[in-house]
């Protein structure tokens, strides 16, 4: 079969792999879409994902696919389901799975087959992302694309219950990327009563005004600072980095309430700095989620789905481009480019 690897260095090439091989309690998968995590993959290109040091490395984790066989113990997945976030779980002629879903194929586990074979949770045999690898039903008003984004919706969802959000707050979104566009939606649709987008690009600032932002500041002509404090003389509630950018912490401290939270969402590529909190108020929390849950994705998978089968939520809001696994290295490209009005990228098999 044919996947997307990184050499170290950051070099994107196609390799020919073996098919991945499936235990009894697991699936095989062809897949159909993987989206381009602006996060995660690019991360892995560039040798910044922490404690990830085995290359060369296939990458993707934002995979859908359709289940082709299933093994003897299986019973949550039949044959022609759509199923959410197919995994390599093994290495191949010296390549290291990054998640590996940019693949023909690739793996998904039963966990309750594996809870009845006594292999559950605690066993070496068990993956926590079982819990997220989730069957797309027929009724859902969705399709092999658009499941894509709904990796990326569950894992922010789970990221805004552990920040414990809530209706009636404020908050400010740092970066309308498709994660920061994610959380201004889900913010609204949570009730939070307003949510102020913050970015450096017009083009980026109209995107969150659709998404839902109350209030949309390019901070390249705006003193948010200045701005905020007239709106929340007292700061805001929460505080979101959703760009991964250490020096936002240190921006954020002068716009918290007192018993405020700073909420970080994914890994810093940076992995240090000099914190200085003579900005902020005496009680303060610095919170960060680098690492989603797999079983909170799962978790937060129906609450999706509802959206989006109401008709609130639509996928395709948030995705850009539509490319064939052919130039998956293009879309890459993209993405280091960033180029104007680009948001998620999806990879199409």
């Given at each position: 079969?044919k996947s997307l690897v990184v050499e170290e260095g950051g070099k994107l090439?196609?390799?020919?792999?073996?098919?991945?091989?499936?235990?009894?309690?697991?699936?095989?998968?062809?897949?159909?879409?993987?989206?381009?995590?602006?996060?995660?993959?690019?991360?892995?290109?560039?040798?910044?994902?922490?404690?990830?040091?085995?290359?060369?490395?296939?990458?993707?984790?934002?995979?859908?696919?359709?289940?082709?066989?299933?093994?003897?113990?299986?019973?949550?997945?039949?044959?022609?389901?759509?199923?959410?976030?197919?995994?390599?779980?093994?290495?191949?002629?010296?390549?290291?799975?990054?998640?590996?879903?940019?693949?023909?194929?690739?793996?998904?586990?039963?966990?309750?087959?594996?809870?009845?074979?006594?292999?559950?949770?605690?066993?070496?045999?068990?993956?926590?992302?079982?819990?997220?690898?989730?069957?797309?039903?027929?009724?859902?008003?969705?399709?092999?694309?658009?499941?894509?984004?709904?990796?990326?919706?569950?894992?922010?969802?789970?990221?805004?219950?552990?920040?414990?959000?809530?209706?009636?707050?404020?908050?400010?979104?740092?970066?309308?990327?498709?994660?920061?566009?994610?959380?201004?939606?889900?913010?609204?649709?949570?009730?939070?009563?307003?949510?102020?987008?913050?970015?450096?690009?017009?083009?980026?600032?109209?995107?969150?005004?659709?998404?839902?932002?109350?209030?949309?500041?390019?901070?390249?002509?705006?003193?948010?600072?200045?701005?905020?404090?007239?709106?929340?003389?007292?700061?805001?509630?929460?505080?979101?980095?959703?760009?991964?950018?250490?020096?936002?912490?240190?921006?954020?401290?002068?716009?918290?309430?007192?018993?405020?939270?700073?909420c970080c969402y994914g890994i810093s590529p940076k992995l240090g700095m000099?914190?200085?909190?003579?900005?902020?108020?005496?009680?303060?929390?610095?919170?960060?989620?680098?690492?989603?849950?797999?079983?909170?994705?799962?978790?937060?998978?129906?609450?999706?789905?509802?959206?989006?089968?109401?008709?609130?939520?639509?996928?395709?809001?948030?995705?850009?481009?539509?490319?064939?696994?052919?130039?998956?290295?293009?879309?890459?490209?993209?993405?280091?480019?960033?180029?104007?009005?680009?948001?998620?990228?999806?990879?199409?098999?």
């Amino acid at each position: 079969m044919k996947s997307l690897v990184v050499e170290e260095g950051g070099k994107l090439s196609f390799a020919e792999l073996p098919q991945p091989e499936y235990g009894e309690c697991q699936a095989l998968v062809k897949l159909k879409s993987c989206g381009v995590c602006n996060g995660t993959d690019m991360k892995l290109i560039h040798g910044t994902f922490k404690n990830f040091d085995t290359y060369p490395a296939v990458l993707g984790h934002e995979g859908v696919g359709e289940v082709v066989e299933v093994g003897s113990r299986v019973e949550s997945f039949q044959k022609g389901d759509l199923v959410l976030l197919p995994f390599l779980e093994q290495g191949a002629n010296g390549y290291e799975p990054g998640w590996g879903a940019f693949s023909e194929y690739a793996v998904v586990g039963d966990w309750k087959a594996y809870v009845k074979a006594g292999k559950g949770p605690g066993t070496p045999e068990f993956s926590e992302s079982y819990y997220a690898q989730t069957v797309i039903r027929k009724e859902d008003k969705i399709d092999a694309v658009g499941a894509a984004m709904v990796i990326t919706f569950r894992e922010v969802l789970s990221a805004i219950r552990r920040f414990g959000m809530k209706e009636n707050e404020t908050a400010i979104v740092f970066g309308t990327g498709p994660v920061g566009l994610c959380f201004i939606r889900f913010l609204k649709l949570l009730g939070l009563s307003t949510v102020i987008a913050v970015d450096i690009h017009e083009e980026k600032i109209r995107q969150a005004k659709k998404m839902g932002a109350d209030i949309a500041l390019n901070s390249t002509i705006a003193d948010v600072k200045q701005e905020v404090r007239k709106l929340f003389p007292e700061g805001v509630d929460y505080v979101v980095d959703a760009v991964g950018l250490n020096q936002l912490i240190l921006q954020a401290m002068e716009l918290i309430r007192y018993n405020g939270k700073i909420c970080c969402y994914g890994i810093s590529p940076k992995l240090g700095m000099d914190l200085d909190w003579s900005q902020a108020p005496y009680n303060w929390d610095l919170h960060f989620v680098q690492w989603p849950s797999k079983k909170e994705e799962g978790e937060a998978h129906h609450q999706i789905m509802a959206w989006i089968n109401m008709g609130v939520l639509d996928p395709y809001d948030f995705i850009s481009d539509v490319m064939p696994f052919e130039e998956a290295v293009k879309a890459f490209e993209k993405v280091e480019a960033r180029e104007p009005g680009l948001k998620k990228i999806v990879i199409k098999f």
